[in-house]
């Protein structure tokens, strides 16, 4: 009798045991599986921004003002392992010919080398993605982990009395269609303009900061907005008025 009783216990310990298991194993199949998902997703999401640093200078360092050389470095230095790729005006000069021929007949008719400069870095933006910085903004911190990787990042004005939007840090995706639409607008501008506005020398209306505001109005489900109080804390003018 005794022993009957024993054996029955057993088995049930047995099967209980056996119950445990597969439920552990079964929870922890799932958890994997989840795990792996969002690994996939956030891997996904990440590779939407290409990991290139983007600034645009003269190929003569004489030119450069001394600050440059101070912010240049804060970006190497907390981005170590993104490409750095600093475009000289031939090589902004190439890129629009080759790869948006159908915008040089205009970028060679800009009569200021600032229009260039502006509407060569949402070129660059299109073509190769990252993150372009003007070079007198000085990286406080690696923010790469604050950004919306599925979406276009641009920094707010502190100058609202000219525009919603700066245009000297933008990140992006590379072929976002965004910037073919910045692009088309500044031609259009610079084409049919005011001439006063030209005369006037208004570059945050012809291909600066007042541009891209008035494009991003078409867009901003596509765009995130850097609050300027965030902009402070990882990356700011050196020396600007």
């Given at each position: 009798?005794?022993?009957?009783?024993?054996?029955?216990?057993?088995?049930?310990?047995?099967?209980?045991?056996?119950?445990?298991?597969?439920?552990?194993?079964?929870?922890?199949?799932?958890?994997n599986i989840e795990n792996n998902i969002e690994n996939?997703i956030e891997n996904n999401i990440e590779d939407n921004?290409?990991?290139?640093?983007?600034?645009?200078?003269?190929?003569?360092?004489?030119?450069?003002?001394?600050?440059?050389?101070?912010?240049?470095?804060?970006?190497?230095?907390?981005?170590?392992?993104?490409?750095?790729?600093?475009?000289?005006?031939?090589?902004?000069?190439?890129?629009?010919?080759?790869?948006?021929?159908?915008?040089?007949?205009?970028?060679?008719?800009?009569?200021?080398?600032?229009?260039?400069?502006?509407?060569?870095?949402?070129?660059?933006?299109?073509?190769?993605?990252?993150?372009?910085?003007?070079?007198?903004?000085?990286?406080?911190?690696?923010?790469?982990?604050?950004?919306?990787?599925?979406?276009?990042?641009?920094?707010?004005?502190?100058?609202?009395?000219?525009?919603?939007?700066?245009?000297?840090?933008?990140?992006?995706?590379?072929?976002?269609?965004?910037?073919?639409?910045?692009?088309?607008?500044?031609?259009?501008?610079?084409?049919?303009?005011?001439?006063?506005?030209?005369?006037?020398?208004?570059?945050?209306?012809?291909?600066?900061?007042?541009?891209?505001?008035?494009?991003?109005?078409?867009?901003?489900?596509?765009?995130?907005?850097?609050p300027i109080k965030q902009m402070l804390k990882i990356?700011?003018?050196?020396?600007?008025?």
């Amino acid at each position: 009798m005794y022993l009957y009783i024993f054996i029955v216990a057993l088995v049930i310990i047995i099967i209980v045991l056996l119950i445990v298991f597969y439920l552990k194993h079964k929870n922890n199949s799932k958890q994997n599986i989840e795990n792996n998902i969002e690994n996939n997703i956030e891997n996904n999401i990440e590779d939407n921004i290409t990991h290139i640093i983007h600034q645009t200078a003269p190929a003569d360092k004489s030119k450069w003002k001394e600050d440059w050389y101070i912010c240049q470095d804060s970006w190497k230095k907390n981005f170590p392992d993104w490409e750095y790729k600093l475009w000289t005006d031939e090589d902004n000069d190439n890129l629009v010919k080759t790869e948006f021929p159908e915008f040089y007949k205009t970028y060679n008719s800009y009569t200021k080398l600032i229009y260039k400069i502006d509407m060569v870095r949402y070129c660059i933006l299109y073509k190769y993605g990252g993150i372009y910085a003007d070079m007198d903004y000085y990286c406080n911190r690696n923010f790469y982990n604050e950004l919306d990787k599925n979406k276009i990042s641009i920094s707010e004005s502190p100058y609202k009395q000219n525009e919603y939007l700066q245009n000297a840090l933008m990140i992006s995706p590379k072929n976002n269609k965004f910037w073919l639409d910045v692009i088309e607008e500044g031609v259009k501008r610079w084409n049919n303009g005011n001439i006063d506005y030209i005369k006037n020398n208004v570059v945050l209306y012809l291909s600066g900061p007042q541009l891209v505001s008035d494009v991003y109005k078409k867009h901003q489900n596509n765009i995130k907005v850097l609050p300027i109080k965030q902009m402070l804390k990882i990356a700011n003018f050196a020396n600007r008025n």
